[in-house]
């Protein structure tokens, strides 16, 4: 039987978490990159697919490609970032699946449909970005997942003449807590819940 994680850890992950637009000194080694991924490949997929692509955006380099395709609000916090995670999603992700899904010997079948492809591949990685983040947070770093970007201008820097797609960028680092808005407020369980 599994007992509940505690007030320390469930603040971290939810209560005191925050998203961060402005980052103090340290950031992530190529080492901190794995060990975040392993614990982000671990979370549900639709039939294990895993159809999420990351790109650690962390050289300067890297940062010059994509900043072209960010929106103005968006760049001086992703170029300063330590990491900007580049969340996408792999449209062929059913090739993998003899690997990742063998219980089905031809469940690439279920996602032949291309409606059906790209709706399972952006649902599952919209998944596997939000897992990256509560991985980040239990690392003890911090996030500023974001939309506000050229997606297809992305796409075309980090992804071509590959089927995969951008769905969300996540920059993570050591946010800087003396730059952090207060907290907006959230809609309560009586406003966004029923029980059927």
Known sequence: MKTELGDAV??????????????????????D????????KMGPTAGNCSPARFVFV???AGKERLAPHLSRGNLDQTMTAPVCVIVGYDLDFAERLPFLFPYVKDAASWYKDPEVQKETAFRSSSLQGAYLIMAARAMGFDCGPMSGFDNAGVDNAFFAGTRIRSNFLCNIGRGDMTKVRPRLPRLSFEDVCTIA
């Open 58 to 60: 962390a050289s300067q």
């Open 10 to 31: 469930l603040d971290q992950l939810f209560r005191e978490a925050r998203t961060f637009s402005h980052w103090s000194d340290g950031g992530l080694s190529e080492a």
């Open 33 to 40: 990159m794995k060990a975040l991924f392993e614990l982000t």
